[in-house]
């Protein structure tokens, strides 16, 4: 499932006319979902699929733990990459599936714990 909402979110991401630079990026601290470029900002993508929204919106999942660890992984991937000047921030795509094979709903949240 959550392939399917990372794909998604990609095709998502390249309509809104962003460049995909990483997509698993994995370091000793976690992984990245996707990381993506336009424009001045620099986009560390956490991506959460969820059947419904029933029991708590899938964005409830990107805590202060997780937070910490998408901060510590996202520095790991800026060292690497020092060539990178833009602006980073942290995006959420909630991805939510439907039973029965319905089409799937993508709300994205632009900087949804930058501060």
């Excluded at 969820?50 to 510590?72: C, E, F, I, T, W």
């Excluded at 800026?78 to 029965?100: C, I, K, M, S």
Aim: charge should be neutral; glycine fraction near 12%.
């Amino acid at each position: 499932m959550g392939d399917l909402g990372e794909g998604l979110t990609v095709r998502y991401l390249e309509r809104q006319g962003y460049e995909i630079l990483a997509r698993n990026w994995r370091c000793r601290y976690g992984e990245l979902d996707i990381v993506a470029a336009k424009g001045t900002y620099l986009a560390f993508v956490e991506v959460k699929t969820r059947r419904d929204s029933r029991y708590a919106p899938a964005r409830d999942a990107v805590d202060r733990r997780k937070q910490g660890k998408l901060l510590l992984s996202a520095q790991a991937w800026l060292a690497e990459h020092p060539e990178e000047g833009r602006q980073p921030r942290f995006d959420v795509a909630e991805v939510y599936t439907e039973e029965g094979g319905g089409r799937p709903i993508l709300n994205y949240l632009e900087n949804a714990f930058g501060g």
